[in-house]
């Protein structure tokens, strides 16, 4: 238990210095949607540049940068710091505590993010521009001789502050779980979303040392010795690299197939099924997760093929079981197909393509034809944007009311999830045969052989749907802050505890608790009332 | 269920997949890795063994500009690298200074409980 001191009026120091979780919660949520919209944009700039063959709207140095920077944006300062700052909100309403451990822990975490993505950005503003070498950074590509100047650098320290930067929210959500539990909430008693948050923290605590450490010996390379030099230094930097990078994947999918989980049962007005089924999938997810990060390395011939591959195929497994969880919720519940319950089903149908694109490049003769191809870019976008954005915006429509008290617009919300169903499927899947006729990523122009101009024009098409997808959301936020429509404490009759405190919450998160006495304490009462 | 099961159950597991990786592994950096990982995530796991549950009313604090300002020091020492001397003086001078701050809040934290 913890009391807070007397809230200070607000103030620019207040907003800077607040360690109230639902603040730090809410500067992150921001700050990374900024980045998504900057990495966006970028991204935009990249498909028109693709929209035809033989256009050159950017020179290829420029779109080296491009493609640099969107895909380090959204992986560093946008997918990562989106999925802890629902964590870091939400985690200690779910289970009842009245604030985080470690705030100030947490708000430096939360200041490193953005000051990492501005030090990333700064490198725009340099000689020889931003870094340009792919998020990967793959040595030897990115030693000195080969990419000179401070852009780089730059690049590699803003990588390491946000890393950092999510690390630290991760140990602060992790302990509040282990620590701060309200009386009654015991493990088996967590919602499903705060579980999928154990399982993230633990992923990002064993991980992404690696990639801190990847990072700082790249530095240390570029500037004083040979550390990723001969034959096994580009294979040394590959694992230090993958041991975060395909973890990351999971880190940003966990916590939105809990969000995604929490929106079917609520939406589908019963309990989540398979529950302690869905606790195990996502340990055991998580651990297996950390286990499969060389078959991102079978081209390199340097890595046991068997191992990597076997792990990666298990992964089905769990996979399968939270699918069959939220499908089991869906069948038999009296469903309402609202924005967030769309965006849920969106996520849910989105991300299986990803997942079964994903078998292909878990098996080595297969991954071989389509390495380093466009197929690879379809493959994580489908994870990545159709599967966690999704889970995201689901999120953001089914806790919006928590964190402002206010509705957003159902209409515009049904709107913008149309634009990026039809937008994501146009982008994503003509990368899928473009990749598989042999169209390599990370290239400003392509010869117009089989259909590469035609898939490349669809993606260009569903780029821009995307983005008006997106202004339609901007619109909704408008709309909502301008006229706005009083949400009340619990506007979707939920199952958590978060739905039982005030709209948006007090500092302190409760006045009083319910006895918790399930993993779904407001749909136990409910029921009693009834 | 105790808190500390999912944890230690999580580290075990990570043990034991790295374990079948040093003997399937003809390289050694990979499973050095892996092992790596699951000590940190035994680290977590004897944490959730071994913690206590606060006892008493905690007084959270609900500022501390001195943390954000580490955050912005640690960012300017990193940069100073590149840019200059001056620069990591300044992100050095103000990292002691942002530091200091919090120590003298966490004892006033103290004294209050």
Known sequence: MSVLAVPRRASLIGWIGSTDHKRIGVRVGTYAFGFFLLSGAFALVMRTELARPGLQIVSENTYNELFTMHGSGMFFLVMAPLALALGIYFVPLQIGASDIAWPRLALIGDWLIPLGGLTMFSGFLTDHGAAKDGWTAFAPLSDISRSPGYGMDLWIFGGILATAGVMLLAISVLTTIIRFRAPGMTMLRLPVFTWSMIATCLLVIASFPALIVALSLLFVDRHFSGVYEGASGPVLYQHLFWFYGHPVVYVIFFPFIGAVAEVVAVFSRRRFFGYHALVLSLLVFAALSMSVWAHHMFATGRVTNQYFSLTSTILLVPAGVEYFDLIGTMIGGSILLSTAMLFAVGFIVLFLIGGLTGIIVASPPLDYHVHDTFFVVGHFHYTIFAGSLFGFFAAVYYWYPKVTGRMLREGLGKLQFLLYFVGANLTFFPMLVSGYEGMPRRVADYENIHDLSLMNMLSTIGAFTIALGTLVFLWNLRVSSRTPVPAGNDPWEGHTLEWWTTSPPPPHNFDSLPPVRSYTPLYDRRLGET | ?113
């Open chain 2, 1 to 113: 269920m105790k808190v500390a099961l999912p944890f230690v159950a999580w580290a075990t597991l990570l043990t034991v997949l790295a374990a079948v990786l040093w003997v399937w592994s003809s390289d050694h950096v990979p499973p050095a890795i892996f092992t790596a990982a699951a000590a940190v995530a035994w680290c977590v796991g004897l944490y959730a063994l071994f913690h206590r549950f606060p006892r008493a009313l905690r007084r959270a604090p609900d500022l501390s500009l001195g943390s954000a300002l580490v955050a912005a020091a640690i960012t300017m020492l990193l940069v100073g690298l590149l840019v200059g001397e001056w620069l990591l003086l300044i992100g050095g001078g103000a990292l002691l200074i942002c530091l200091v701050c919090v120590a003298r809040e966490l004892r006033a934290d103290r004294r209050v409980q």
